[in-house]
Nanobody, 125 residues
Framework: QVQLVESGGGLVQAGDSLSLSCAASERTFSSYGMGWFRQAPGKEREFVAAISRSGSRTTYGDSVKGRFTVSRDNVKNTVYLQMNSLKPEDTAVYYC??????????????????WGQGTQVTVSS
């Protein structure tokens, strides 16, 4: 059972930056593809970013491409999401997710087995 704990959320102004972290309990963290998703009130959970097991490949949702960067440290068992040029529409609860995967990653919500509890990001205009 993989336990994921997100941190780093908060209240920022439009144009600011914020960095999220997600620490995993799993010793074989490098076997897991990792993803970031977000969910705003009244909306479905939305794909944000994913990173392959080694960190060599990444992919992003269209709404965050060019502004967000996902990375991971397999020694620290942690995945990161650097968010720049934040917009009010980025306001949501952000979740990290993990899947034991043989490929690179998946962008599907139902493709992930393990989820963190979420961290709130609020961007004021």
């Amino acid at each position: 059972q993989v336990q994921l704990v997100e941190s780093g959320g908060g209240l920022v102004q439009a144009g600011d930056s914020l960095s999220l972290s997600c620490a995993a309990s799993e010793r074989t963290f490098s076997s897991y593809g990792m993803g970031w998703f977000r969910q705003a009130p009244g909306k479905e959970r939305e794909f944000v970013a994913a990173i392959s097991r080694s960190g060599s490949r990444t992919t992003y949702g269209d709404s965050v491409k060019g502004r967000f960067t996902v990375s991971r440290d397999n020694v620290k068992n942690t995945v990161y999401l650097q968010m720049n040029s934040l917009k009010p529409e980025d306001t949501a609860v952000y979740y990290c997710a993990a899947v034991l995967i043989s490929g690179y990653y998946t962008v599907r919500v139902d493709g992930y087995n393990y989820w963190g509890q979420g961290t709130q990001v609020t961007v004021s205009s």
